[in-house]
């Protein structure tokens, strides 16, 4: 992980550059989990050259969430394109942010990032430099 050169101190990134051999993959457990508990997951993804450079259309922006030891819930779970509101109207990069909602079957869940969108499929452009930010999980409410 590296600090964006537009990022405050503190605020880190992960980077994955696209191969065609193989997924990047970053993961990390999460502990202390409630099972039956609801969770949030909730990260935000851009094209790094978007970022540096404004491309004439957004490019498309693929990275996957997994999460091992909890159930998925469909109805909860989003993508949400939006630009970067950190930069003047005329230079406003696409960046995705995703919610997933699930139910910790265990007291940890291993969360993994993939850049591709499935075994054998790239789902993107071979060399496409993605940026991770703001990861984070939460407990979520029922009303």
Known sequence: ???SKYASRGD???IFQRHSSQANQLSQT???LQPGKLYTLSYVVGDFDDIAEIKPEAPDIL???TLEGAEVIPSGTYVHRWPNTYRPKAKLASQDTHRILFRA???RVVITFRDWQ????P????GQRLVLNFVSLKPYYEQ
């Open 30 to 32: 999460a502990t202390g």
């Open 1 to 3: 992980m590296r600090r």
């Open 123 to 126: 789902g993107g452009p071979e």
């Open 105 to 107: 079957q265990q007291d």
């Open 12 to 14: 880190h990134v992960a």
């Open 118 to 121: 499935a075994e054998g499929v």
């Open 63 to 65: 990275l996957t969430a």
